[in-house]
């Protein structure tokens, strides 16, 4: 069985053909800008695919979108793509693949699902993070991703770490992702007298030895830490892979990270978590939407 | 069907009878002060059940225990009850109930399950919420309770709400349980000048219209809004449900709660949210132990 395979991000569009272990048949990449609109820009990183794999091999769609998005409805709203608000995804991909069933859930909910079914030992409960321009997550549970009453669920960048810290977009206060995106982390330390462009020159920075670098990767760790463990105390959580942008500076926030973990952990439940980088990198996202509709075996037995 | 249901508190033991549809045949409460041993007094009041329900009509057993517990180890170590360290629960009911299946969970997700069969209009998603000398928690998804690998799942009240709070005697620092718990609330308010005894002389002091007593149950609702708030992002809940001893205070703590709820909600799908008190009270817990392994209606849909 093959499934397409398809990744809506906020600033490029990747689709795959992918096989039923995980093999990747044909894979494209098209940046969103240069468009002249999203749709167009979709079709044509599909086409790639379907002209290159037989379309009768391909028996099932599974597509990961940015966020918000409403399950029901099958639509999206990605906050990078202002032409987009509650767009009908799942029918313009059955419009556009006719007679093949179409499921979508969260970018980094298909990145959680990528990670367990071909990056880990498959851990009964497991967290996925995407750290980068924001911070995004997905719950596995005995194999099976869960994804919630609207498709929401696994907002790890939306969770208040610290009540007196930034004031988030979302409306709320001291939000993971106002202290460990990559423009959190820029922002913070610009405000403090840093001079860099960006993330990368940050996370150079502090890998050089800059205090100020250094800081700036201490507080998102410790604010990932806090958001980490809480969502291990209330899932009963076995694993943490993280991949993105920020988690690509690997030991500069892999060292502090772990150390704030073991530091907080409170109940001894929590210090069996396994917190580690991503083994698959950005095709993480494209397996687990092509996990949704592919007979993955899932662990079966029940965290119930 | 009929099943006995237990529930093991820090203080007492409470059993019942109950029928498939939530009846109540027979209800026993005593109090484990006086008792020589637990597991004396547990048979006592278990006996008081039995005596009163014809043996051969209880055809299994949901037990509810304070934590922490070991799923799959079936042992108990409440903190409150000190001559039970890795208690073999599980195995003691069976041998006091040969032939009868025995099915345990946590308190606060038995309190969430009752509610959930007995007391609402059945959420797909729902956190139920203990807050009284600490504060526990318990989610139910789709009709069945998520209780995690280990069955620690929903420890809502060793979560960090605030970095900068107080410690925890889990080890953490600044966990929901140190702003809301009865003890939490009163150790404040007594440290800023307070005179008063307990938690219920401080709720009726903050409904006489103390100045002193209203800031603590302020501080209170705002931990318990960031610590739902979180449970709601990252579960896509519908739906809270809180009983206990401060829950009790009734509109003192839960005018505050809802409008720290309705103030900090960031994104859209966390608006749906509705935070009520408890419907059923005490029975809750019961009645969710029964509910362990009575054939209680799921939803059957799947929230993943």
Request: proline residues 7%; contains cysteine.
């Amino acid at each position: 069985m093959t499934a397409l395979a398809v990744d809506v991000g906020g600033t490029k569009f990747a689709a795959a053909a992918v096989g039923a272990d995980g093999e990747m048949l044909a894979r494209c990449e098209l940046p969103l800008r240069g468009a002249s609109c999203p749709e167009d820009r979709l079709s044509e990183v599909i086409a790639e695919i379907t002209g290159r794999v037989p379309a009768g091999r391909i028996e099932a769609v599974g597509v990961g979108s940015a966020g918000p998005l409403d399950l029901q409805a099958g639509t999206v709203s990605p906050v990078n793509i202002p032409g987009w608000r509650d767009f009908p995804l799942v029918g313009f991909l059955e419009r556009l693949l006719p007679g093949r069933p179409v499921r979508l859930a969260g970018d980094a909910q298909c990145m959680a699902l990528g990670e367990w079914w071909r990056g880990t030992a498959r851990p009964r409960t497991m967290l996925g993070m995407v750290v980068s321009t924001g911070v995004g997550g997905g719950l596995v549970l005995d194999g099976t991703p869960y994804l919630g009453p609207t498709g929401n669920a696994g907002h790890i960048g939306h969770i208040t770490v610290d009540p007196h810290g930034p004031a988030c977009a979302c409306g709320a206060t001291g939000c993971t992702e106002t202290f460990a995106s990559g423009p959190g982390m820029v922002g913070w330390a610009r405000d403090n007298g840093w001079t860099g462009e960006d993330a990368e020159a940050l996370a150079a920075a502090a890998a050089g030895g800059d205090p100020l670098a250094r800081r700036a990767f201490q507080r998102a760790a410790d604010a990932l830490a806090t958001a980490i463990l809480t969502t291990a105390a209330l899932f009963d959580l076995d694993h943490v892979v993280i991949g993105g942008g920020v988690a690509a500076a690997g030991p500069i926030l892999f060292d502090p990270l772990r150390q704030a973990v073991a530091r907080d952990a409170g109940l001894g439940y929590l210090r069996r978590l396994r917190v580690e980088p991503t083994r698959l990198g950005r095709d993480a996202g494209l397996l687990g939407a092509a996990a949704l509709v592919l007979p993955v075996p899932a662990r079966r037995a029940s965290c119930t």
